[in-house]
């Protein structure tokens, strides 16, 4: 049951999250950040393959495309390779990319429509689909705002690595 797993999640986060039963449904805030982001941080392997997926999908949905697999397939593998310092993946990508993806389309947090994924348009997937965006977008915002201030530094010009190692290192 949804709620009592829910209750006994609140129950164990205690302080770290508030809860507000003065409206129609009760109501849970951060309290303490940092703490729940250490818990987001131990749980993220577990789920690392389906939100790379989901936030691949995402990124196509937030322009209104509906990708293919293959179209797919190469935008997650961009994000995969850009967090590859972040997280220990399994198999090979593509492997594992066609698993996850077919147990995403099976378990309904994504559906294929004519050759070209979908985001699933049952409440609970698009749930889930929400939950394993949320979960990655913290790594992907930390990358986004470490290559804005990177590009400050120096504006004009590109470096070779050895070049750029040897700027930001003083």
Not at 52 to 65: E, K, L, M, T
Not at 66 to 90: G, H
């Amino acid at each position: 049951d949804l709620g009592r797993t829910i209750d006994k999640c609140a129950l164990l986060l205690g302080s770290a999250i508030g809860r507000h039963s003065n409206s129609l449904e009760t109501v849970y805030t951060p309290e303490k950040r940092f703490i729940l982001s250490y818990y987001r941080n131990q749980i993220m392997h577990l789920f690392v393959s389906e939100a790379i997926i989901a936030c691949s999908v995402n990124n196509y949905v937030q322009r209104g495309i509906s990708p293919s697999r293959k179209d797919l397939l190469t935008s997650a593998q961009f994000l995969s390779r850009l967090l590859k310092w972040e997280f220990v993946y399994e198999a090979p990508f593509e492997e594992t990319f066609t698993a996850t993806l077919d147990k995403m389309v099976k378990d309904g947090t994504l559906c294929e429509q004519n050759g070209h994924v979908l985001c699933s348009k049952d409440q609970n997937g698009a749930r889930l689909f929400s939950f394993l965006c949320f979960l990655l977008w913290p790594f992907v915002e930390g990358y986004w705002m470490a290559a804005q201030y990177l590009s400050t530094l120096l504006p004009d010009r590109a470096l070779e690595e050895k070049l750029f190692m040897n700027e930001i290192q003083m």
